[in-house]
């Protein structure tokens, strides 16, 4: 069985996050990005099915920008 985990690049959660001064989203100049703490926990659950025996493969998928 082949287990695939969707990931998503998220802003850290000890960084506090400014909005634009235009409204549209939020200020990523210099701020630390790292996954989505969720799913780290479903990568971290994949890899203990691979190391169980039950996958035979792990593929961790993101989509966006090239940073992703």
């Known amino acids: 069985m082949k287990v695939m985990v969707a ?3 998220v802003a850290d959660a000890n960084v506090r996050v400014a ?3 235009d409204g549209t989203g939020m200020d990523t100049a210099n701020v630390k990005m790292s996954i989505n703490p969720f799913d780290e926990i479903a ?3 994949a890899v203990r099915l691979k190391e169980a ?3 035979t493969e792990v ?3 993101s989509a966006g920008v090239e940073q992703v």
């Open 19 to 21: 909005v634009k001064s």
């Open 59 to 61: 593929v961790a998928v």
């Open 53 to 55: 025996g039950v996958a």
């Open 7 to 9: 990931c998503k690049r």
């Open 43 to 45: 990568v971290e659950e």
